[in-house]
Each structure stands twice: as C-alpha cells, then as structure tokens.
C-alpha cells in the first residue's frame, strides 16, 4: 500500500512538474534570431535581404509599420567602413539578426511582427536583444525599439551602448499578461534618420510557470492520483 501511495504521489508530482518544466522551456517565438531565410555571402553593403512593408519573413515575421522603410537580414559576415577601417556586425546568437533601420535608414516607423499563441490570463517573458554601434559615418549614439503587444506599446527599449569597432548588444526582458488565444509581438524602429544600424536579435517569449489551468491528460493524471491516495486513506481507517 505504501507503494501505492508514493507512486500516486509521484505521479501528481510529475504532473506539476511536466507543466512547470514545459513552460520554462518552450519559445513560443518561430525564427527569433532570424537564421531561416539565408542572407550573405557578406562583404562591405553586400550582404543584405531586404523586407518592404506586408512582405513575410520566413519563419513567421511580418514587415510592419511606414510603407517609407524597410528592414534588412543581416549577416554576421556583413561589414562596413568608416575612414577606411572595417566595422564589424556580428550577430548575437547564430549567424544573423535584423536592422530595423534597413537599406532606407530614413526614421521611418517601420517593424516587424509576429502573431503566437496564448492563454488568456497567462504571464509571459519577451526577451530580445538591442544592438547599437557609434562611428563617424552613422553616428547613431543610441539605438531604440518601441515594443508593441497586440498593437499597443509595452515598452521602449534604449541601448546606450556602443563603441566605433563592432555592434554592441544590451538584453531586455520584460513580462505581459496575455489578453486572448493569441498574441502579436512587434518591434518598431525607433531612432532618427541616417543612424546606421538598430540591430535586434535572439528574440524569444516562454510562459511563466504558473499557467491558469493545466490540460486535460494531466487533470486526469492528478485526479488518478487524488483518487489513489484517498483510497488507501479509506483502507487505513477500516483497519483501524
């Protein structure tokens, strides 16, 4: 009986985990570091994929925002030159990120998109990744993304970071109550004209543990072993 006992315990103890480790581990977000759809080979102002206005990313991006800009897949393999001297634009994670600035680079309030599925109710974790880099050709002192979810601002994320050699990254995270079964995750160019580059990259939303409710198969797991431990409960009071 003892047996009994400490399997239904590990089986409800299995269910809260399985939860708990799925919604920890699970990025909700398809293409985040923008590998899918291979730009390159590289060089200096050689390497771009460029994306207009209702164009679609592969992997589950929309090009969003002033139909006046664009955004541009970047490679890690892509430089450029300021007085002569190579600047570099390594990715953050993989190979590749996107400028939000683009080829057009003209301040227009354009983004990218992508819409994911959700619980209403449940909390979430965007986390993403800013670059910014300062030389004499773009001197771009900051780079700055407005963070929209389901159209409506959730943050504006500001890198100060930057040096005149290679792009600099700066992590955000930040979290949002889900309002639906699904959910839209945007980015918007926030920096003025000729700044160069307002790279993102790493992009990934996971649910937060605690989920209002679990599925079905484990309800029916739980209640199994609700329903074990009561039993032999029972059995130990008849005895007595």
């Not at 399985?18 to 080979?41: C, K, V």
């Not at 590289?42 to 664009?70: E, F, R």
């Not at 109710?121 to 004499?136: M, Q, V």
Request: glycine content about 10%; proline content about 4%.
């Amino acid at each position: 009986m003892h047996a009994i006992a400490k399997a239904a315990g590990f089986a409800v103890l299995a269910v809260l985990g399985s939860q708990s480790a799925r919604a920890d581990q699970l990025n909700l977000i398809n293409n985040g570091s923008f590998e899918i759809s291979i730009a390159g080979p590289g060089g200096v102002n050689t390497g771009y994929l460029t994306y207009s206005v209702g164009q679609t990313i592969s992997g589950g991006w929309v090009v969003v925002g002033d139909p006046n800009g664009n955004v541009a897949i970047t490679p890690d393999t892509e430089s450029s030159l300021d007085g002569g001297a190579s600047i570099t634009l390594p990715a953050e994670d993989g190979h590749q990120w996107l400028d939000l600035t683009g080829t057009s680079d003209n301040g227009a309030a354009t983004g990218i998109s992508q819409t994911i599925a959700t619980v209403a109710g449940a909390s979430y974790t965007l986390s993403f990744w800013l670059s910014n880099i300062d030389y004499s050709t773009y001197p771009g002192t900051f780079s700055s993304t407005v963070v929209e979810v389901n159209n409506g601002p959730l943050i504006t994320a500001t890198n100060t970071q930057a040096t005149g050699s290679a792009l600099q990254w700066q992590n955000f995270v930040v979290s949002f109550i889900a309002s639906g079964t699904s959910s839209s995750i945007a980015f918007i160019d926030n920096v003025p004209s000729a700044h160069g580059v307002n790279g993102i990259d790493n992009v990934s939303v996971t649910a937060n543990a605690t989920q209002p409710a679990p599925e079905p198969s484990s309800i029916a797991v739980l209640a199994l072993g609700i329903a074990a431990l009561a039993a032999l409960r029972f059995r130990h009071r008849a005895k007595a």
